[in-house]
């Protein structure tokens, strides 16, 4: 256990231009969960909690309902994000090498529609703590932007763990257990790397991820960037929320038929496609039926609604909870996180036999990719997305961009490949690597 946690958060003017919280975004090493102008940019650390296993949620929860219960924060904004919080990324698999973390920031500026804040959090015991100590840390940590970069012509991707040809054999390998009749559907992904001559910028990358993909939420914890079109579990004030994807159309492929809007083109094919409303809805299921011991009323979309994404469209559907008041207190965000992870949207559906199916077909260790990324504040409120659309800066010149997905009876190795394409695009895009 670090030291006591100490702190304070005052009101922080929402900044005069229009950037919102983006003028934030400009060290490589921030940590931020950002859509549109709003979100929490935090610098620096204060306290980090890392594990790997089967008990990585559990054991991060524990550990911040410690700290956040000794934590003496003088909160003078109060509501989701102010006080203590945490940003946190967990591996996907229990299997998985790669550690789980909660990183406390030391500096935090967080912006929600027209209330904005500013915390500064420490474990020194002889840290000042006060208005002035806070504007002045945030200062310190403002002074030394880093560099933005531009595309060199020996920048390079490369192939990653899982080969084109291997992820292809994979899905046709998928799809035959699916017609034995072993799971309804599978998620398959695969990795590519990309190679720069110089160090990634990633503020830059975010910056541009974030202003793109302004219906994703663009994180950064780190090393582990992109921006998530999906959120597994958010709550607030006892409501919890989660936007369910499954269900994919490649923009750049689509030929908007005469007489036909984008728009229209994608509901009719997607919304309009049995395959798709299929799979879109094992993956609602998966997650409600998680859901559903933590609350007392459940509301969804009866219809699925076409998200449009600058690459591709998805089907997506908005679901939402209001947490049941049981005896004890109501539960986390962590610990729903726990709850609906996986969900069917990035593993398969029965979630044991599509998990243990990944682990043979797949060969490779997911690390956080698809797994849940975001924050919690010390009333257990938070925002968990999956981190999807995103890669892992492995050193200051190499990043792993990891996409898969869905498979159901009746996919085929060709497509599914093009659509990992699609969704390594938005990450391609921002390092300028666009094929
Ligand atoms: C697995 C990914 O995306 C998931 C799979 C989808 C699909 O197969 O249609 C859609 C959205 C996500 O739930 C990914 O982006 O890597």
Not at 137 to 161: C, N
Not at 172 to 181: F, L, N, P, Q, S
Request: charged share 25%.
């Amino acid at each position: 256990m670090p030291g006591t946690l100490r702190g304070i958060t005052i009101p922080w003017p929402a900044l005069p231009d229009a950037a919102g919280l983006l003028d934030y975004l400009m060290r490589d090493d921030v940590l931020c969960w950002v859509r549109r102008d709003g979100g929490l940019v935090g610098f620096g650390e204060a306290a980090r909690f890392t594990t790997t296993g089967p008990g990585r949620f559990r054991e991060a929860a524990a550990w911040w309902r410690t700290v956040s219960a000794q934590a003496q924060v003088r909160n003078l904004v109060q509501g989701p994000g102010t006080g203590a919080m945490a940003f946190g990324s967990f591996a996907f698999s229990r299997t998985s090498g790669h550690q789980s973390r909660l990183i406390v920031p030391s500096v935090l500026v967080g912006l929600d529609g027209d209330r904005g804040w500013l915390t500064y959090l420490s474990c020194d015991p002889d840290a000042e703590l006060d208005a002035a100590a806070a504007e002045a840390a945030l200062g310190g940590w403002l002074e030394a932007a880093s560099p933005g970069r531009t595309r060199d012509s020996t920048d390079r991707l490369v192939s990653g763990q899982v080969s084109e040809q291997d992820y292809r054999a994979a899905v046709a390998a998928g799809v035959k257990r699916i017609e034995r009749g072993e799971l309804s559907k599978l998620v398959l992904a695969r990795d590519v790397v990309a190679e720069l001559s110089s160090p990634i910028a990633t503020a830059q990358v975010l910056r541009e991820l974030a202003v793109r993909y302004q219906d994703c939420w663009t994180y950064g914890v780190d090393g582990l960037i992109g921006s998530t079109p999906e959120m597994l579990i958010k709550v607030e004030d006892n409501v919890a929320r989660a936007r369910v994807l499954a269900g994919t159309l490649d923009r750049d492929n689509t030929r908007k038929l005469e007489g036909e809007s984008d728009a229209g083109y994608a509901q009719r094919v997607l919304a309009g496609s049995e395959k798709q409303r299929h799979e879109h809805q094992i993956a609602i299921d998966s997650l409600t039926r998680k859901l559903e011991p933590y609350t007392s009323a459940m509301t969804s979309h009866s219809e699925p609604f076409v998200l449009q994404l600058p690459n591709v469209w998805h089907l997506a559907s908005d679901v939402s909870a209001e947490l049941a008041a049981g005896p004890g207190p109501a539960p986390s965000s962590l610990e729903l996180a726990e709850a609906v992870h996986p969900t069917a949207a990035v593993c398969g559906s029965p979630t044991e036999v599509a998990g243990a199916l990944i682990r043979e077909l797949e060969g490779m260790d997911r690390g956080p990719y698809a797994g849940p990324v975001g924050w919690t504040d010390a009333a257990g409120n938070g925002e968990w997305g999956i981190a999807l659309r995103g890669a892992v800066v492995e050193s200051p010149t190499r990043a792993r961009l990891y996409a898969g997905c869905g498979i159901v009876e009746g996919s085929t190795p060709e497509a599914e490949l093009a659509e990992t394409w699609a969704k390594f695009r938005p990450m391609l895009e921002a390092l300028d690597l666009h094929r």
